[in-house]
């Protein structure tokens, strides 16, 4: 008896199959098949909308993984009147968990559950390793001027002449209101209390928890 072409089996099966994918002569290891139910577990998605996300995947990386150069093309597209490559670089780098230069579907789907699923302290906690560039667990000011620009750039608003001096500015107002202790780095835990008593950051990231693709 033939098998439904939407059951769960098949699906499994092709999960697997892509991580088995990757071209022999590539330089990054092959990730480790993945099962749709470990997904489910690891994840606050559904097996259905992980079947869309993974085709949709799959169509883009055939491979298995997201290098950083498509990466950087797909966000340039949600971006066109700015330059994304700065910004989308530090995101790569917080998307890619392995730090090997590659995303894998595991990588990409853990990132987007915390993102869009997850609670407000877990957002928080990505957000700051987004901003932590060198990953030593705080944030400094050049760290945070290197974010700053990347989002002026990414919104098509790169600072020259008297912008370089309101974009300093704003870059030293976030940094003393989040430096609690003013002792030149913003800790984890200064982040996260800072942010959570600002009622704008707290919303801003409620933004996101949707329960739809």
Not at 55 to 65: D, I, L, N, S, Y
Request: charge should be negative.
């Amino acid at each position: 008896m033939a098998t439904p072409p939407d059951s769960p089996i098949i699906e499994e099966a092709t999960l697997i199959e892509l991580e088995e994918q990757l071209n022999n002569t590539s330089a990054f290891p092959h990730p480790r098949p993945v099962a749709l139910e470990d997904l489910c577990r690891q994840t606050k998605f559904t097996r259905q909308e992980i079947r869309i996300m993974y085709r949709g995947f799959k169509q883009k990386c055939p491979e298995g993984v997201v290098h950083e150069d498509l990466f950087k093309d797909i966000y340039s597209k949600f971006f066109p009147h700015g330059n994304s490559n700065l910004y989308a670089h530090f995101v790569f780098k917080a998307f890619d968990v392995k730090s090997n230069g590659a995303i894998s579907f595991k990588d990409m789907l853990m990132t987007l559950s915390t993102l869009l699923r997850g609670s407000i302290y877990e957002k928080l906690r990505w957000t700051f390793k987004l901003y932590d560039l060198n990953g030593d667990g705080c944030i400094t000011r050049s760290e945070l001027s290197q974010i700053v620009l990347a989002i002026h750039e990414l919104m098509g608003k790169r600072p020259q002449g008297r912008g370089s001096t309101k974009s300093k500015d704003h870059t030293d107002m976030v940094f003393q209101k989040l430096d609690i202790n003013q002792d030149g780095v913003i800790t984890f835990e200064e982040f996260i209390e800072s942010c959570l008593k600002d009622e704008a950051i707290t919303k801003s990231l409620q933004v996101f928890d949707s329960r739809s693709l």
